[in-house]
């Protein structure tokens, strides 16, 4: 007999949602930064063991839509979550639990799917914090079960694991045993690009980035060529991202190579263009073509 199901994993922006998915998958499947609105697509990681299948949906943090971009990241949350065999709400332990978590739980509750509730970034608190942040997260009343977890670290990750698997149905896998992800190669290069942006970028500029893979080219067998285009809103923007004397777009793709290179297992070539599309988180049309349901 195996299980498998669906997790969707809920939380405000910056809970430490993908680091959670990547730890539970052992392998990066979300790209991670310190900046709200990382994840914009409901990303799935499959973990399989010998009898139970995990299909874990990294979804966007739960905000108030403020745009085309928004409203469809917070619907996409809702509809994952009525569809899952459970949730998985995430509490960031070390911020405390506050209005936006409350809310969540009570959406969670009005769901009708099992709960489960992780508090985590404990490792950045004491012994008295981690009791104070425990207690508080149990108060929320959406789960009766509360797991203790660093995603960083992996403290807490497997019996949280061992857990969700229990509370999966009876069913054959739902994914090959050896797959880590859903995602197309071209989303998830184009992601893992955008990380770098992220993590190097300030204020409104990384809320305004989209990076979309343009072509892979594998005509030689010991190099990937990647043309990869980032668009921004803004002139501005476009100046920010190059940088003094292209400064700040060779950073980017010097450290992006390295992370394409570790996914593909190979030498990449890797070709960044920065554009500017005004507007484009207001596009419908476009949203549709990015995939952002």
Do not use: C
């Amino acid at each position: 007999m195996t299980r498998a199901g669906f997790v969707a994993l809920a939380g405000r922006p910056n809970v430490g949602k993908s680091t959670l998915v990547n730890a539970l998958v052992g392998a990066k499947v979300a790209i991670t930064s310190d900046k709200p609105q990382t994840t914009r697509r409901a990303v799935r990681g499959v973990v399989t063991t010998a009898s139970t299948q995990l299909v874990l949906v990294d979804l966007p943090g739960v905000q108030r839509p403020r745009d085309a971009l928004t409203a469809r990241m917070q619907h996409r949350v809702e509809h994952e979550v009525a569809d899952a065999d459970a949730a998985l709400m995430v509490v960031n332990g070390y911020e405390g639990v506050g209005p936006g978590d409350r809310w969540i739980a009570r959406t969670l509750t009005a769901a009708r799917v099992p709960v489960v509730l992780a508090v985590n970034k404990l490792d950045r608190l004491d012994r008295a914090r981690t009791v104070q942040a425990l207690t508080a997260a149990a108060e929320l009343d959406v789960a009766e079960d509360v797991f203790p977890v660093s995603a960083r670290t992996g403290s807490g990750v497997r019996p949280l694991f061992e857990h969700l698997a229990g509370l999966m149905p009876e069913s054959p896998f739902l994914f090959a045993s050896d797959d880590r992800s859903d995602q197309a190669e071209d989303v998830l290069l184009a992601e893992l690009v955008r990380e770098q942006v992220l993590r190097r970028t300030f204020q409104e500029v990384p809320h305004s980035v989209e990076v979309v893979i343009d072509e892979i080219d594998r005509s030689r067998e010991d190099l990937a060529r990647v043309r990869a285009l980032v668009w921004v809103e803004t002139e501005s923007q476009k100046g920010i991202l190059i940088g003094a004397g292209g400064r700040m777009i060779k950073a980017i793709g010097s450290a992006a190579r390295r992370e394409l290179e570790r996914e593909t297992g190979g030498r990449v070539h890797l070709d960044l263009s920065v554009r500017v599309r005004r507007g484009w988180r207001a596009d419908e049309g476009l949203l549709d073509r990015l995939g952002i349901e």
